[in-house]
């Protein structure tokens, strides 16, 4: 790295440090590790303390680490923090700072940002003010870190990202405004707002009017603060070529660069390690099965699943219950299919049943009631995966080649039934599929490749973009298929999906193993060691930006 275009010191901020919510947990806790060997202990994470007096998953105190400071944040700062590691490769110094001491200063905070740089949060409701107040808050830490380690002198930066921490940008630009700061939106709150109303974003792109489409979708106080802080921030970015264009037509502000989303390989086990794992997670999945639906599954039954968040549409969940269906009912199957859609709903809790039953090894003979579901539900009746799977007519009865099995729970290792951490349970899988209608990003069909199962996701993801700068896209034997998806075509992705999976499920040993080289190969080229140079680059922008705003 270059010295006079690279900070010495680099806070980031978002809702997601040692907050596992989304994606960006995985960006940032993937990326510590390469920002780490130049930063060392001059990169510092914050993250909200919503953990009152449990401990944060993910966090390690650490009592040595800028003890001098915190005592005096806490004391003449009056800052409520913990600080310690993130538990992650490079475990970077971590602070979370408790924010809800700053609720009673909201109105005047929001004017202040309003009269600075015309934030209008007239129309906030939801997570606006907690999101908000958090950002606040993480200016406030930087403020008191800055001062209290006489930073004058030393280049810094501050990156900010998504919305929620937009104000804490704007806050550090008015009170220290010799801090480059940064700003990355993964996905436009407007275009994401668009997407899940079921209107076609794509077909209408150029002709759709940012304040326009927030004030017609109730989204005006998050859509301002956004545009604004990409307008004002040093150096503003976006995580791929799709959303880029989706910030220039709805916030009215191109990208200074695409910073693209990279993956460690460190996450993933070595070879031993690897069979080991992938044997425990086949075993946990069909032992699982075979009790909620009361019959054996073939030992080499083909594992699919798709996961992220509830997004139905924008995930394309709902094409993938469309696919699978016509998987089952296509008369091609020779092989059992057991498929898994692996996204947290809102869970009143883990079957006792199901639980009962894996915990004392009873073999079962019969389904369970509700054998499409592994935790119970709130409002059962209205869930909308739950509704289309009954919908299509899968039945999960013993003769059905294709099965599929709803886990509606986050798997951090502690959900009741499989008590397996994610990766624990993806590394068992025969294949992914992500038919995402809107992914600026998309983390799921990376993560699965670097584990080495193939995978299928749409030119509408940044990273299916991305992919087939290195295949066709065209075949799933490369590693990755990649579906085009528009606004009008869901039943041509679904006989896509359709397509790539009979095909997968037909190959043999040998030409699996080498599906899944391939898979292992592409990963290599999205790891953080390769796409860091687009954030050093996004810090001299910031750099240069801020000497000249400050001159």
Aim: aromatic fraction near 12%.
């Amino acid at each position: 790295m270059d010295n006079t275009t690279t900070p010495e010191y680099l806070f980031e901020s978002s809702w997601e440090v040692c907050n596992k919510v989304g994606g960006i947990y995985t960006v940032l806790s993937t990326k510590a590790h390469t920002l780490v060997q130049s930063f060392k202990d001059n990169l510092i994470f914050i993250g909200p303390d919503v953990w009152g007096e449990k401990n944060a998953p993910d966090f390690i105190e650490d009592s040595k680490l800028f003890t001098d400071w915190k005592i005096y944040a806490e004391t003449t700062d009056n800052l409520q923090i913990k600080i310690g590691r993130w538990n992650v490769p490079g475990t970077p110094p971590v602070i979370l700072v408790d924010f809800k001491q700053y609720f009673k200063e909201r109105d005047s905070f929001f004017y202040s940002m309003w009269d600075s740089f015309q934030v209008d949060s007239m129309h906030a409701y939801g997570d606006y003010d907690e999101s908000c107040i958090f950002a606040y808050a993480v200016g406030k830490v930087i403020e008191s870190f800055y001062h209290f380690y006489k930073l004058e002198s030393k280049k810094v930066a501050a990156l900010f990202n998504e919305w929620m921490l937009g104000m804490g940008a704007l806050y550090i630009q008015k009170q220290i405004p010799a801090i480059a700061t940064l700003f990355t939106t993964h996905a436009t709150s407007i275009g994401r707002s668009i997407a899940g109303n079921n209107k076609a974003l794509y077909a209408y792109m150029d002709g759709y009017n940012g304040d326009q489409m927030a004030r017609e979708l109730n989204m005006e106080a998050k859509h301002s603060l956004e545009k604004q802080t990409a307008h004002y921030v040093d150096c503003f970015t976006t995580v791929s070529d799709i959303t880029a264009h989706e910030c220039e037509q709805l916030l009215d502000k191109a990208p200074d660069i695409v910073t693209p989303n990279g993956f460690e390989p460190n996450f993933v086990p070595a070879k031993q390690e690897y069979t080991k794992k992938q044997k425990e997670a086949r075993k946990a999945l069909l032992n699982m099965a075979e009790k909620l639906l009361g019959c054996p599954i073939s030992s080499d039954a083909f594992l699919v699943s798709t996961s992220g968040r509830y997004e139905y549409r924008n995930k394309g969940i709902d094409v993938f219950i469309e696919a699978m269906n016509r998987i089952r009912t296509s008369g091609k199957l020779q092989r059992e299919v057991v498929a898994f859609i692996m996204v947290p709903a809102w869970v009143h809790a883990s079957r006792a049943d199901l639980k009962e039953v894996i915990t004392k090894d009873i073999k079962t003979t019969a389904p369970l009631q509700m054998p499409f579901i592994t935790h119970w539900l709130n409002q059962m009746e209205q869930d909308k995966v739950l509704n289309y799977i009954a919908h299509a007519g899968f039945t999960n009865a013993a003769n059905e080649k294709l099965k599929i099995i709803f886990i509606p729970c986050y798997q951090d290792g502690h959900d009741g039934i499989l008590n397996k951490p994610y990766y624990d349970l993806l590394i068992g899988m025969d294949a992914t599929v992500y038919p995402s209608y809107y992914e600026p990003w998309g983390y799921t069909p990376l993560e699965s490749i670097a584990f080495g199962i193939p995978t299928v996701t749409t030119n509408l993801a940044g990273f299916g973009l991305w992919a087939k700068k290195h295949v066709t896209g065209n075949d799933i034997c490369e590693g990755v298929a990649v579906i085009n998806r528009d606004d009008f075509n869901y039943f041509e992705v679904a006989d896509a999906i359709t397509n790539a999976i009979l095909t997968l499920v037909s190959k043999d040993n040998k030409e699996t193993k080498n599906i899944r080289k391939r898979c292992s190969e592409l990963a290599t080229e999205a790891e953080w060691s390769k796409f860091i140079v687009y954030y050093e680059e996004a810090f001299r922008i910031a750099l240069g930006n801020a000497n000249k705003r400050n001159n």
